[in-house]
């Protein structure tokens, strides 16, 4: 492909970005950096305007460290208690109750936080995720920002964000692993789930739910 400029697409989104390239000879050379898990669309629409040009890089400069202050409400009828304060996000499965421990389902995690007024969502604002098990749904102030399914686990909260308070809602949904192998514990009296053969055994690994840091 050559004498037309190309662009990333990110199917997921839907959004689009310029490229760096160079025109060598006939053939249009895109070098690509990309994390683990990303995918992208290489397009070429437009005509090159030039025979070469370069995307200065964006360095990501924290803001803030999200990981303390939450608390953790669990979808009913799971074996979880209603909610759970998380002085400090920690996974699941680390929780000594075992309700918590085994729990499968939907974890709804909310705090507040302050976006300083120094700061302008003027551009993405990256919330940061970690490490998710298995599907997040993040939300600020009641707008949808976005799901994240696949690392990395961040999403734009650009759109939703204003200077001063604002409301984070996270809904973490895992499989039912965790409570298969919290069912076949020894003495448990009332099981949450049923199959019709045994699958996970008592001293199977119970996966990982959620981050153990959130930072924007």
Do not use: C
């Not at 308070?165 to 895992?174: K, S, Y």
């Not at 192998?181 to 949450?192: E, K």
């Amino acid at each position: 492909m050559t004498g037309k400029q190309p662009k990333l697409w990110h199917a997921e989104t839907g959004t689009s970005e310029p490229v760096s390239y160079r025109i060598v000879d006939g053939e249009t050379i895109v070098p690509l950096q990309l994390r683990g898990e990303d995918a992208v669309f290489v397009v070429f629409r437009k005509p090159a305007a030039a025979a070469e040009l370069t995307v200065a890089a964006v360095e990501a400069t924290p803001v803030a460290a999200l990981d303390d202050g939450w608390t953790a409400a669990f979808q009913p009828g799971r074996g979880a208690p209603a909610t759970l304060v998380l002085p400090k996000l920690a996974p699941l499965q680390e929780n000594a109750e075992p309700g918590v421990k085994y729990f499968s389902g939907i974890a709804t995690y909310r705090r507040t936080f302050l976006l300083p007024k120094s700061v302008r969502a003027t551009g993405p604002l990256w919330l940061d995720l970690g490490q998710v098990g298995d599907l997040a749904q993040v939300s600020v102030n009641g707008v949808d920002v976005g799901t994240a399914w696949h690392a990395p686990y961040r999403i734009d909260i650009g759109r939703a964000v204003h200077s001063g308070r604002n409301r984070l809602e996270i809904r973490v949904a895992n499989t039912w692993v965790n409570r298969l192998v919290g069912d076949a514990q020894p003495g448990v009296q009332h099981p949450v789930t049923w199959t019709a053969m045994p699958t996970y055994r008592a001293a199977a690994p119970v996966r990982p739910d959620r981050a153990s840091a959130v930072a924007a």
